[in-house]
């Protein structure tokens, strides 16, 4: 009978070799065991804190609208308006670093009548002042001073605190420690042990929204400062490890 030829033996493919290469040398490794700790997990919370404070200043912006048949006149009449209110400012004490141009423009204005072609009817000058008033006792009778002296455009009074920095390191303080409390209180529900800090990211905020009126309505209307709020948010992430 004819020699049936011996089958060859397999050879363990390659990947499979590499494989089990690895697994040899990780087992083989110093300080390995199958007792090693579990790789730590990683545990990311948000923290919030807030801390709140009574005003001592304000910021303001303060100024004339001027309207005219050509741009020269409505640009003279508007500096007549603003050469006063600076004259005013300087008056009342505020500091020249606390008195700045937030805009000016001149602009042209148009008008389409029963739905003709738009044509030019004349200009408009803006100019205001970006103003800091860090004595809140004077904010009311400073508007009502600037009204009658020729400004017509008051808008974005914003109170504020004038030293933040003890504030905001407080609120950091608490969010910080909310973040920790959050990350706990997880920790626990999953059967982990809190680990160190191993991240973390802030946002800090502050202050009401700045408020807008008409500066003929000043007298009727009473401001109230209320209390500045400012916030501090934290992303932590925190190691964890399983409970023993």
């Known amino acids: 009978m004819p020699t049936q030829p011996h089958p060859m033996p397999s050879r363990p493919h390659p990947t499979v070799r590499l494989a089990a290469a690895l697994l040899l040398l990780l087992a083989s490794g110093p300080g390995w065991s199958a007792n090693s700790p579990a790789p730590a997990a ?29 741009a020269s006149a409505a640009l003279a009449h508007n500096n007549e308006a603003m050469t006063r209110l600076q004259a005013l400012m300087k008056a009342r004490g505020l500091a020249p670093a606390d008195v700045q141009t937030g805009e000016f423009s001149v602009t042209p204005n148009y008008r389409s009548d029963k739905g003709g072609p738009r044509r030019l009817v004349g200009y408009r000058v803006t100019h205001q002042l970006r103003v800091t008033v860090r004595k809140l006792a004077g904010l009311g009778g400073l508007l009502d001073a600037v009204v009658n002296v020729g400004a017509n455009r008051i808008s974005g ?10 504030l905001l390191d407080r609120a950091r303080r608490h969010a910080m420690a909310d973040a920790r409390h959050r990350a706990e209180v997880y920790a626990a529900g999953a059967g982990l042990r809190l680990g160190s800090v191993t991240h973390i990211t802030e946002r800090t905020s502050g202050g009401p929204r700045p408020m807008a009126m008409e500066a003929g309505a000043l007298r009727a209307v009473p401001l109230a400062p209320g209390q500045v709020t400012l916030r501090s948010t934290v992303n932590v992430s925190f190691a964890a490890t399983p409970r023993q």
């Open 42 to 70: 990683t545990i990311e919370v948000t923290g919030s804190g807030e801390v709140f404070a009574k005003p001592d200043m304000a910021e303001i912006q303060i100024g004339a609208v001027s309207e005219a048949e050509t």
């Open 157 to 166: 009074i914003r109170f504020a605190v004038s030293d933040t920095a003890a």
